[in-house]
Structures are given as structure tokens and as C-alpha cells.
């Protein structure tokens, strides 16, 4: 699982602006104006003409029209006057003027989002090849399927992150906040039957009642944003989210924590699992984690994450035009899942195994 609610929560906080000083600059008017009579009618002609360039094959194939193109190389020019007259870059439309790379806006954006794309479809691998070890019928296997879908619903999310990267639309932002938000709820839907243990047999009508509100009220979710698109509303509903779900991951870990701690032969037992957690902090450069505080790497990445967020809460021009502080909050986002879905195997296996101490 991307291990915190927030991860997807400061992704959306970052697309709200849907007009800047840059946009709004006389300047910038005057050279889209000039640009779209130059290059998007060529019944016209302007003085102006000789400064913008004809947009190639290789961007129409990722959508760009005349217009939008004209809209890229103005914020571009207007850029480089602002650097060379020593005045503070400006966003337009939200966004940084970033350098397009191969019909690319946000190269780095996309790059860090594949790359948590990527991370997730490997911890899918890891859960998957813990699942078909299981007998079946396991309680422990009904969780890992919660597990397994959060995941594929975060590597669609990932995938939406990095189309809307390449290429911002209507549509494909819309795609990004509504799988977005189905992350955000699935994550709480997992927490929740985690810590409630619905997965376990005897709750199966629970459950099952439970993951249908769940569905309806994310539909309910998505045909109101269809209907009305309110930033605002979307904004509370996923502040409200997620908030519940880091107190329930919190109060889950700190119980983990302690049933780890309550017996030594218990954890003999689970030696594999935790050695597998270990691995995996080590491979993001947390070397010599004391076993005895295993339960609490949920809080631990928790931290993580809080840190990552000065990416988002301060913003600034893109270094080399390209990296922002959005594209460093994909890359911080990158590190938990790899030792996330180890942790949770380990959790499911270390409940396993007391259970069937208490069995004998």
C-alpha cells in the first residue's frame, strides 16, 4: 500500500490553482495573442511571427494543438524575459513553466510516478507470491486480497498520475482526482477491515455491507464532482479521510507493536518475515532498525512522509526548469511502499502465529 492517506491528499492540494500572476501578466497576453495569429491563422500575419516555431509531428501525437502549443512557448518567452530582467519566475495557470520534454510537461513528475507505479507493481508480486502460500480459506489470504486490491488501485492511480503529467487535460485531470480519491478510500476501507478483523469468516456480512457503502458513496463522490466541480468539497473529503486513516494505521501499529514485544518465542518464529521488513529498510538506507520497534515502521514511514511534505508546503521554481517541489514529493513517495507490503505479510503472519500458540 502507498503508505499514507496523504501522499494522494498533497497531490491534489497542488493542482488547485487554476489561475496564476503569470497568466495574468499583459505580457504574456499580448505574445499568446501574437503567437495564435502567427502560427493558428495563417490568413494573418504579424511582426511578431519570427519568434515562435511551428509545432511539430512528434507533439501532435501527444494532443498539442496550435493553441496549446502557442500557450507553452509563450510562458516560455515570458519565462526568460522574468529571468533576464531578475524578477521571480511566475506560475501560469497553476503550474511552473517547465521545459516540455519529447511533448512532455512535467518530465520529472512522470518519471517519479512511474517509478511509484513501479514499486507498487512489485509489492502486488510480494503479496501475491505470499497469498499462494497460504492455505486455503485463511483468514490471513482474505486480507491479503484487501491488500491486493489497494494495490492495483494505487498503480492505476500512479498510471493516471503520470498520463496527467505528460499531458494536462480535462479529462485526464479528472481521471487523477477521481482515482485519487478511490485511493484515499480504499485505504481506509483496508485499515478498517484490518483492525476490525471483518476479513475473518464470522464477519463476512459485515464486510460485505460495509465495502458496498464504501462503492456507493464513492460513486455518490464522483457524479457530484461531475455535476459541480468544487475543489473545496473534494479538499474536506479527503482532509476528513485521511485523517481517520492515519489515526486507525497509528493505533494499529502501536498495538502490533506491543503484542511483538509480549513473547520472545512468538518472534523466534517469525524470523523469515522480519528479515524480509529489514532487507527492504536497509535497500532505502534505514540500516540497523532495532527489531524490538518493528511494529512501529508505520509510524516511522508516517514521519517520512510528514518530512516530505516541506515539497509541497514550499513550493518553488523548477531547478534547471524541470524539478519542482511537486516532482521531489513523487520521489519522497517512492521509498514507504517497498517495505510497506513486507511489513503488512509480516503483521498478517506474526497474528498467525500467536493464534496458533494460543491453539495448542
Known sequence: MRLNILI?????LTTLGECSRGDRLPRFQECLSSCIASLCDPTLETLHSHA??????????LLWDCESDCNYQCRRIVTQELKQAHLPVEQFYGKWPFIRVLGT???????????????????FQTVQSY??????????AAMA???????????????????????????????DYFLATGIILNQLLVISIRIFELYKKEN?????????????????????????????????????????????????SVRTYRKAKKDTTLNSALIP????????LAAIGVKAFPVRYLGLVPIFMNLWIFAGMAFELFDFPPWFDLVDGHAMWHLVTFFPPIVWYDWNIWDLQLERTDELGRSK
Do not use: M
Not at 510537461?105 to 509489492?123: D, G, M, P, R, T
Not at 518475515?273 to 527492504?280: D, G, I
Open 8 to 12: 494522494i491528499l498533497f497531490s491534489i
Open 52 to 61: 515562435f516555431t511551428p509545432l511539430n509531428p512528434l507533439h501532435r501525437l
Open 105 to 123: 510537461q512535467e518530465l520529472f513528475s512522470v518519471v517519479f510516478s512511474l517509478a511509484n507505479l513501479y514499486v507498487n507493481y512489485k509489492a
Open 131 to 140: 497469498k499462494k502460500s497460504l492455505e486455503s480459506g485463511a483468514a490471513a
Open 145 to 175: 486480497s484487501q491488500y491486493l486490491t489497494l494495490i492495483l488501485t494505487s498503480c492505476a492511480g500512479w498510471l493516471a498520475s503520470t498520463v496527467f503529467h505528460v499531458r494536462d487535460f480535462a479529462l485526464t485531470e479528472t481521471l
Open 204 to 252: 463476512a456480512r459485515v464486510l460485505f455491507r460495509v465495502q458496498v457503502c464504501a462503492v456507493v458513496w464513492y460513486l455518490f463522490h464522483c457524479i457530484k464532482l461531475l455535476h459541480f466541480w468544487d475543489y473545496q468539497y473534494n479538499t474536506n473529503v479527503s482532509v476528513v479521510t485521511g485523517l481517520a486513516t492515519n489515526i486507525l494505521w497509528t493505533v494499529h
Open 273 to 280: 518475515y522480519e528479515n524480509s521488513v529489514l532487507v527492504k
